[in-house]
């Protein structure tokens, strides 16, 4: 039988593995999208409504990397006040 200690870390270990998923997630978003932008730029006659939907693109996957990161820091300030 667990304790509700072990299992409030049994909880801890699985939401930090989640959001380590989804950071993974969103930074291969970013590489993809980034990389696709930078590809679209360099082929001749590209138009400026392409240009623009790719950067979009990179826009939406820095700020769900963002997201993540802010999560993950809320996460570590919870973390850290447990020990003060």
Do not use: C, K
Request: net charge negative; aromatic share 6%; charged share 25%.
């Amino acid at each position: 039988m667990q304790t509700s200690g072990e299992s409030s870390r049994d909880f801890g270990l699985q939401r930090l593995e989640q959001i380590e998923q989804r950071y993974q997630w969103a930074q291969d978003q970013l590489a993809r999208a980034t990389a696709s932008y930078e590809t679209l730029r360099e082929r001749p006659g590209v138009n400026q409504h392409q240009l623009r939907q790719a950067l979009q693109h990179v826009s939406r996957a820095q700020s769900q990397l963002l997201g993540v990161r802010n999560e993950i820091d809320q996460l570590d300030d919870l973390d850290s006040s447990d020990y003060e």
